[in-house]
């Protein structure tokens, strides 16, 4: 009898210290306002942490909405093949659009930004970039032109669907952030794909990276074990120099009062992203050019840097390219509205001059 006595005592008094440990778990689950006692916060969590959204991801845009109309998706995954060809990896401002600002006011809409968000929309921009795929009989080499602050995500998207891994060299345009932001995220080639990059750029702008980019130019201040980006920089004049067997001449343009700025040609292409002015001595490099790349910043006007609409066009007219893509676009140039304005121009004056959008590819002779 005791010990019957004894086990219903033991019995009772699991019960109890059970009812205790119930009672107490179900206030720290419950939908109570009241906060966990203090020695919940050094211990697992009784309840699993809820997990956040996934984010979603950039390549789950349909082939169809990002490459131009006359492309097909065979073409597209036979595209290394094919021959030279450029891919423009951002066609916006600084900011890139849509912007943040411009989503969250409650007072106005912005009609291009709000296309913006829209999955394939060719409205949405990044820094302005390009990527020149040089293909040869011997080897094809990837050339990045500027790596800007959204680099990293224009790679990220835009990478994968071409077939692109490695880098063979950067050009650098200007010194600005959304040329050269982009930089550091270098590191993950340089530490995964390929042992260094070359970086072609102009003695002013190196300068610049001296400073804003000091531990990748010197390299000897980066503690030991941290991973960088490894970079090889190549100084360069505004004369003609080659890289990967491709001739790249300069041209020099100016990116505000006083503020140099280079474009470049290669092949039958001339590129310039960010000007205000071409130099007359610049006009004579960019004499039969097939493709021309120019800025166009806005419709109706120029800024203080970038060419707008109206004065673009006069430059096209007198540079004469066969072919023409407006890139730097602000988030008031509408992509379909101002392509249809621009169509006119082949109609009346036999223009073909279109805007470009991010994850254009076209085809070049080099």
Same mark, same amino acid.
Request: charged letters at 20%; hydrophobic letters at 30%.
């Given at each position: 009898?005791?010990?019957?006595?004894?086990?219903?005592?033991i019995s009772i008094s699991i019960s109890t210290a059970a009812r205790s440990l119930l009672r107490r778990r179900r206030s720290y689950t419950s939908a109570s306002t009241l906060r966990p006692p203090p020695f919940a916060f050094r211990s697992r969590s009784i309840t699993p942490t809820p997990r956040p959204p996934p984010l979603p991801l950039p390549l789950r845009v349909p082939l169809?909405?990002?490459?131009?109309?006359?492309?097909?998706?065979?073409?597209?995954?036979?595209?290394?093949?094919?021959?030279?060809?450029?891919?423009?990896?951002?066609?916006?401002?600084?900011?890139?659009?849509?912007?943040?600002?411009?989503?969250?006011?409650?007072?106005?809409?912005?009609?291009?930004?709000?296309?913006?968000?829209?999955?394939?929309?060719?409205?949405?921009?990044?820094?302005?970039?390009?990527?020149?795929?040089?293909v040869t009989a011997s080897a094809t080499s990837n050339i990045l032109v500027d790596a800007g602050k959204f680099f990293y995500h224009s790679a990220l998207q835009w990478f994968p669907i071409y077939g692109l891994r490695r880098l063979d060299a950067v050009l650098i345009t200007h010194s600005h952030a959304d040329a050269i932001g982009g930089l550091d995220d270098l590191r993950d080639w340089t530490n995964n794909v390929q042992p260094h990059i070359p970086i072609?750029?102009?003695?002013?702008?190196?300068?610049?990276?001296?400073?804003?980019?000091?531990?990748?130019?010197?390299t000897s201040v980066v503690l030991p074990g941290a991973a960088v980006?490894?970079?090889?920089f190549n100084i360069i004049k505004e004369e003609?120099?080659?890289?990967?067997?491709?001739?790249?001449?300069?041209?020099?343009?100016?990116?505000?009062?006083?503020?140099?700025?280079?474009?470049?040609?290669f092949g039958d292409v001339c590129y310039i992203s960010d000007a205000s002015e071409i130099p007359e001595e610049t006009y004579e490099l960019m004499y039969n050019c097939d493709l021309l790349v120019l800025d166009a910043l806005r419709p109706d006007r120029?800024?203080? %840097?970038? &060419?707008?609409?109206?004065?673009? +066009?006069?430059?096209?007219? #007198? /540079?004469?390219?066969?072919? %023409?893509? &407006?890139?730097?676009?602000?988030? +008031?140039?509408?992509?379909? #509205? /101002?392509n249809e304005?621009?169509?006119?121009?082949?109609?009346?004056?036999? +223009?073909?001059?279109?805007?470009?959008?991010?994850?254009?590819?076209?085809?070049?002779?080099?």
């Open positions: 009898m005791a010990g019957a006595a004894a086990g219903v005592s169809s909405s990002i490459h131009s109309d006359t492309e097909s998706q065979a073409s597209v995954s036979k595209g290394q093949s094919e021959g030279s060809q450029i891919i423009f990896l951002g066609t916006g401002t600084s900011e890139g659009i849509p912007r943040v600002s411009c989503l969250t006011n409650p007072s106005k809409t912005c009609p291009v930004c709000s296309k913006a968000t829209q999955p394939g929309n060719k409205n949405r921009r990044r820094n302005t970039s390009i990527l020149i795929r040089h072609y750029v102009a003695q002013r702008d190196f300068e610049v990276m001296q400073k804003t980019h000091y531990y990748l130019v010197d980006s490894e970079l090889q003609p120099f080659t890289v990967h067997n491709l001739k790249v001449t300069p041209l020099p343009v100016w990116h505000g009062p006083g503020y140099r700025s280079l474009g470049f040609r120029s800024s203080t %840097t970038h &060419f707008g609409l109206p004065k673009a +066009l006069v430059e096209v007219r #007198k /540079i004469k390219p066969k072919r %023409t893509l &407006f890139t730097g676009m602000m988030h +008031l140039m509408d992509h379909d #509205k /101002i304005d621009l169509l006119k121009l082949k109609e009346t004056e036999g +223009l073909d001059i279109q805007l470009s959008y991010d994850g254009l590819r076209v085809p070049v002779s080099l």
